[in-house]
């Protein structure tokens, strides 16, 4: 069974920087890129961005470039979602999924002064 | 860019009666693996989505019957053929390549 574990919830400070990771078992973390979406409070999700863990090979939203970094880790089978210059508009529940049909539990990420 | 968008963006359905959702997106979503790469998910509240359809009509793992799905090209359809209370909630179709997102559609039971 697919199984993503993501790390606890954030709080940081507007210009802060946040890292989430995300802890898969259950499948050879090489076979499938690992995405991270963005859900608002209140709002629908947003695909922010994929790693392929085979080569940490990433690919990023426009709207994130600049801002975001993923990475993926095969010694541990963990992949990670680095976001800098927080705003608070990014105050979000940050969600890791692999193969369309596995997903993280959801790492909610407040930013405030 | 791809942009999906969904109809209606909530619908309220009597238990047992049918609910659809449309799904119309900007561009033909056949890819050149032959595959049409449209996803419909369910999200309850306070958790993340669950995959219910892939590749436009296939049901995923331990779906019920009641889900199916249908369409080609740029116009997508999920179909509840008859609605129980567990399947409230908002309703999102989804593109493959990078993961764009409908806006959602919340089903009232």
């Known amino acids: 069974e697919v199984q993503l574990l993501q790390s606890g919830p954030e709080i940081k400070e507007p210009g802060a920087s946040v890292t989430i990771s995300c802890k898969v078992s259950?499948?050879?973390?090489?076979?499938?890129?690992v995405h991270w979406v963005k859900q608002a409070p209140g709002k629908g999700l947003e695909w922010m961005g994929l790693?392929?863990?085979?080569?940490?090979?990433?690919d990023y939203a426009e709207r994130f470039q600049g801002r975001i970094t993923i990475s993926a880790d095969t010694s541990t089978d963990t992949a990670y979602m680095q976001l800098s210059g927080l705003r608070s508009d990014d105050t979000a529940v940050y969600y890791c999924?692999?193969?369309?049909?596995?997903w993280g539990q959801g790492t909610l990420v407040t930013v405030s002064s | 860019d791809i942009v999906l968008t969904q109809t209606p963006l909530s619908l309220s359905v009597t238990p047992g009666q049918p609910a659809s959702i449309s799904c119309r997106s900007t561009?033909?979503?056949?890819?050149?693996?032959?595959?049409?790469?449209l996803y419909w998910y369910l999200q309850r509240p306070g958790q993340p989505p669950q995959l219910l359809i892939y590749e436009v009509s296939s049901r995923f793992s331990g779906v019920p019957e009641r889900f199916s799905g249908s369409g080609s090209g740029t116009d997508f359809t999920l179909t509840i053929s008859r609605v129980e209370a567990e399947d409230a909630g908002t309703y999102y179709c989804?593109?493959?390549?990078?993961?764009?997102f409908g806006q959602g559609t919340k089903v009232e039971i």
């Open positions: 989804m593109q493959g390549l990078h993961l764009t």
């Open positions: 561009q033909s979503l056949l890819h050149s693996d032959g595959e049409t790469h």
């Open positions: 999924t692999v193969a369309l049909s596995g």
């Open positions: 259950g499948y050879n973390f090489t076979d499938f890129y």
């Open positions: 790693v392929d863990p085979t080569d940490g090979e990433s």
